[in-house]
Protein backbone atom coordinates (compact mmCIF):
# COMPACT_ATOMS: atom_id res chain seq x y z
CA UNK A 1 0.00 0.00 0.00
CA UNK A 2 1.76 3.60 -0.87
CA UNK A 3 -0.50 5.20 1.28
CA UNK A 4 -0.34 9.16 1.78
CA UNK A 5 2.84 10.29 -0.75
CA UNK A 6 3.93 13.61 -1.39
CA UNK A 7 6.62 14.84 -4.08
CA UNK A 8 8.68 16.90 -3.97
CA UNK A 9 10.81 15.62 -0.91
CA UNK A 10 12.97 18.84 -0.94
CA UNK A 11 12.76 21.88 -2.51
CA UNK A 12 14.80 25.01 -2.71
CA UNK A 13 12.45 28.34 -3.94
CA UNK A 14 14.11 31.70 -4.50
CA UNK A 15 11.56 34.62 -3.02
CA UNK A 16 8.54 35.30 -5.16
CA UNK A 17 8.54 32.15 -7.06
CA UNK A 18 5.72 29.49 -7.45
CA UNK A 19 5.70 25.87 -6.48
CA UNK A 20 2.94 23.03 -5.78
CA UNK A 21 3.36 20.48 -3.17
CA UNK A 22 1.34 17.18 -4.36
CA UNK A 23 -0.51 14.82 -2.08
CA UNK A 24 -1.73 12.26 -3.23
CA UNK A 25 -3.36 8.92 -1.34
CA UNK A 26 -4.57 5.67 -2.28
CA UNK A 27 -7.10 4.77 1.00
CA UNK A 28 -10.67 6.35 -0.59
CA UNK A 29 -10.04 8.93 2.41
CA UNK A 30 -12.55 11.41 2.63
CA UNK A 31 -10.47 13.79 5.04
CA UNK A 32 -7.16 15.54 3.99
CA UNK A 33 -5.10 17.77 5.68
CA UNK A 34 -2.14 20.02 5.40
CA UNK A 35 0.17 20.93 7.67
CA UNK A 36 3.13 22.68 8.14
CA UNK A 37 5.97 22.30 10.93
CA UNK A 38 8.48 25.14 11.94
CA UNK A 39 11.78 23.88 13.69
CA UNK A 40 11.18 22.73 16.99
CA UNK A 41 7.74 23.30 16.93
CA UNK A 42 4.05 21.38 16.20
CA UNK A 43 1.75 21.12 13.37
CA UNK A 44 0.19 24.07 12.50
CA UNK A 45 -3.06 23.64 10.24
CA UNK A 46 -3.19 25.25 6.87
CA UNK A 47 -5.79 23.90 4.71
CA UNK A 48 -8.02 20.50 5.18
CA UNK A 49 -10.81 18.89 3.13
CA UNK A 50 -13.68 17.00 3.88
CA UNK A 51 -14.32 15.73 0.29
CA UNK A 52 -13.77 16.49 -3.41
CA UNK A 53 -14.73 19.52 -4.37
CA UNK A 54 -14.66 20.96 -0.44
CA UNK A 55 -11.72 22.76 1.34
CA UNK A 56 -11.49 24.89 4.26
CA UNK A 57 -8.83 27.08 5.56
CA UNK A 58 -7.33 26.12 9.04
CA UNK A 59 -5.03 28.05 11.45
CA UNK A 60 -2.45 29.70 8.74
CA UNK A 61 -4.10 29.63 5.42
CA UNK A 62 -2.36 32.96 4.03
CA UNK A 63 0.15 32.37 1.19
CA UNK A 64 -1.45 29.01 0.40
CA UNK A 65 -4.20 27.98 -2.06
CA UNK A 66 -5.50 24.36 -2.61
CA UNK A 67 -8.15 22.88 -4.31
CA UNK A 68 -9.72 18.76 -4.17
CA UNK A 69 -10.65 17.58 -7.79
CA UNK A 70 -10.65 13.86 -6.96
CA UNK A 71 -10.95 11.98 -3.24
CA UNK A 72 -7.13 11.16 -4.04
CA UNK A 73 -5.42 14.37 -4.93
CA UNK A 74 -4.92 17.46 -2.58
CA UNK A 75 -2.24 20.16 -3.48
CA UNK A 76 -0.97 22.89 -2.08
CA UNK A 77 -0.04 25.80 -4.07
CA UNK A 78 2.71 28.47 -3.04
CA UNK A 79 2.02 31.80 -4.54
CA UNK A 80 4.94 34.54 -3.98
CA UNK A 81 7.09 32.69 -1.95
CA UNK A 82 8.17 34.24 0.93
CA UNK A 83 11.40 33.32 3.48
CA UNK A 84 8.63 32.27 5.96
CA UNK A 85 7.61 29.52 4.50
CA UNK A 86 10.12 27.60 4.90
CA UNK A 87 9.11 25.38 6.57
CA UNK A 88 8.50 21.05 6.56
CA UNK A 89 4.87 20.70 5.03
CA UNK A 90 3.03 17.17 5.75
CA UNK A 91 -0.05 16.15 3.98
CA UNK A 92 -2.31 13.92 5.94
CA UNK A 93 -5.43 11.74 5.42
CA UNK A 94 -7.83 10.05 6.73
CA UNK A 95 -11.56 7.99 6.62
CA UNK A 96 -12.87 9.43 9.50
CA UNK A 97 -11.59 9.87 13.41
CA UNK A 98 -9.68 6.82 13.97
CA UNK A 99 -6.17 7.66 12.59
CA UNK A 100 -4.52 9.98 10.06
CA UNK A 101 -2.14 9.08 7.97
CA UNK A 102 0.87 11.02 7.53
CA UNK A 103 3.40 11.36 4.16
CA UNK A 104 6.72 11.88 4.66
CA UNK A 105 6.84 15.51 4.29
CA UNK A 106 8.60 18.12 2.02
CA UNK A 107 11.45 20.18 3.76
CA UNK A 108 11.22 23.62 1.71
CA UNK A 109 13.64 26.72 1.83
CA UNK A 110 12.90 29.60 0.43
CA UNK A 111 15.88 31.71 -0.04
CA UNK B 1 -11.43 27.97 17.83
CA UNK B 2 -9.75 25.00 19.75
CA UNK B 3 -6.30 24.96 20.96
CA UNK B 4 -3.91 22.19 22.37
CA UNK B 5 -1.15 22.75 24.85
CA UNK B 6 1.90 20.71 25.68
CA UNK B 7 3.60 22.48 28.78
CA UNK B 8 6.44 20.40 28.62
CA UNK B 9 8.95 21.43 25.73
CA UNK B 10 11.37 18.34 27.00
CA UNK B 11 11.23 15.42 29.07
CA UNK B 12 13.81 13.27 30.39
CA UNK B 13 13.24 9.34 31.38
CA UNK B 14 15.64 6.74 32.79
CA UNK B 15 15.16 3.30 30.75
CA UNK B 16 12.53 0.97 32.05
CA UNK B 17 10.80 4.03 34.28
CA UNK B 18 7.77 5.78 33.90
CA UNK B 19 7.12 8.77 31.61
CA UNK B 20 4.02 10.97 32.27
CA UNK B 21 3.38 13.77 28.93
CA UNK B 22 1.35 16.56 29.71
CA UNK B 23 -1.91 17.89 27.45
CA UNK B 24 -4.43 20.43 27.89
CA UNK B 25 -6.96 21.68 25.21
CA UNK B 26 -9.58 23.87 25.06
CA UNK B 27 -13.23 23.26 23.43
CA UNK B 28 -16.69 24.01 23.65
CA UNK B 29 -17.65 21.10 21.91
CA UNK B 30 -19.12 17.85 23.26
CA UNK B 31 -17.92 15.32 20.80
CA UNK B 32 -14.58 15.21 19.65
CA UNK B 33 -11.27 12.87 19.62
CA UNK B 34 -7.73 13.18 21.50
CA UNK B 35 -4.58 11.56 20.09
CA UNK B 36 -1.16 11.27 20.94
CA UNK B 37 1.84 10.82 18.22
CA UNK B 38 4.95 9.79 18.27
CA UNK B 39 7.87 11.67 15.73
CA UNK B 40 10.93 9.85 15.55
CA UNK B 41 13.69 11.69 13.39
CA UNK B 42 12.74 9.96 10.58
CA UNK B 43 9.57 12.61 10.40
CA UNK B 44 7.42 9.74 10.11
CA UNK B 45 4.06 10.71 12.49
CA UNK B 46 2.83 7.42 14.31
CA UNK B 47 -0.54 7.36 16.18
CA UNK B 48 0.45 6.43 19.95
CA UNK B 49 -3.18 6.51 21.56
CA UNK B 50 -6.27 7.49 20.76
CA UNK B 51 -9.59 8.42 23.07
CA UNK B 52 -13.06 9.64 22.12
CA UNK B 53 -14.64 12.17 24.21
CA UNK B 54 -17.44 10.07 24.84
CA UNK B 55 -15.60 7.38 26.57
CA UNK B 56 -14.80 7.50 30.23
CA UNK B 57 -12.31 3.97 30.19
CA UNK B 58 -9.22 5.43 29.39
CA UNK B 59 -7.24 3.91 26.57
CA UNK B 60 -4.46 1.41 27.07
CA UNK B 61 -1.76 0.22 24.34
CA UNK B 62 0.60 -1.77 25.97
CA UNK B 63 2.83 0.62 27.85
CA UNK B 64 1.07 3.08 26.33
CA UNK B 65 -2.28 4.79 28.55
CA UNK B 66 -3.42 8.21 28.99
CA UNK B 67 -5.62 9.88 31.40
CA UNK B 68 -8.27 11.53 30.00
CA UNK B 69 -10.18 14.11 32.34
CA UNK B 70 -12.60 15.79 30.13
CA UNK B 71 -13.83 18.46 33.04
CA UNK B 72 -10.37 19.67 33.08
CA UNK B 73 -9.72 18.85 29.94
CA UNK B 74 -6.65 17.39 30.47
CA UNK B 75 -4.95 14.65 28.14
CA UNK B 76 -1.80 13.35 29.50
CA UNK B 77 0.30 10.21 27.88
CA UNK B 78 1.96 7.66 30.28
CA UNK B 79 4.74 5.54 29.10
CA UNK B 80 6.02 2.46 31.34
CA UNK B 81 8.69 0.61 31.15
CA UNK B 82 10.28 3.52 28.67
CA UNK B 83 12.55 2.16 25.94
CA UNK B 84 15.05 3.54 23.98
CA UNK B 85 12.80 3.41 21.09
CA UNK B 86 10.59 5.56 23.08
CA UNK B 87 13.02 8.17 22.16
CA UNK B 88 10.53 10.90 20.00
CA UNK B 89 8.86 14.07 19.98
CA UNK B 90 5.29 13.33 21.23
CA UNK B 91 2.15 15.06 19.83
CA UNK B 92 -1.04 15.71 21.64
CA UNK B 93 -3.83 16.15 19.26
CA UNK B 94 -7.20 17.56 19.22
CA UNK B 95 -9.96 16.59 16.41
CA UNK B 96 -13.15 17.92 16.28
CA UNK B 97 -16.09 16.92 13.12
CA UNK B 98 -13.57 18.53 10.22
CA UNK B 99 -10.48 19.67 11.37
CA UNK B 100 -7.55 18.08 13.73
CA UNK B 101 -5.22 20.45 15.89
CA UNK B 102 -1.60 19.61 17.17
CA UNK B 103 0.18 21.05 20.83
CA UNK B 104 3.50 22.19 20.12
CA UNK B 105 4.76 18.86 21.05
CA UNK B 106 7.16 17.43 23.70
CA UNK B 107 11.04 16.20 23.17
CA UNK B 108 11.62 12.42 25.13
CA UNK B 109 14.66 11.52 25.87
CA UNK B 110 15.62 8.08 27.41
CA UNK B 111 18.64 7.28 28.83
CA UNK B 112 20.31 4.07 29.24
Known amino acids: NAGVTQTPKFRILKIGQSMTLQCTQDMNHNYMYWYRQDPGMGLKLIYYSVGAGITDKGEVPNGYNVSRSTTEDFPLRLELAAPSQTSVYFC??????????FGQGTRLTVV | AQTVTQSQPEMSVQEAETVTLSCTYDTSESDYYLFWYKQPPSRQMILVIR??????QNATENRFSVNFQKAAKSFSLKISDSQLGDAAMYFC?????????FGAGTRLTVKP
Open chain 2, 51 to 56: QEAYKQ
Open chain 1, 92 to 101: ASEGGPTEAF
Open chain 2, 93 to 101: AYRSANDMR
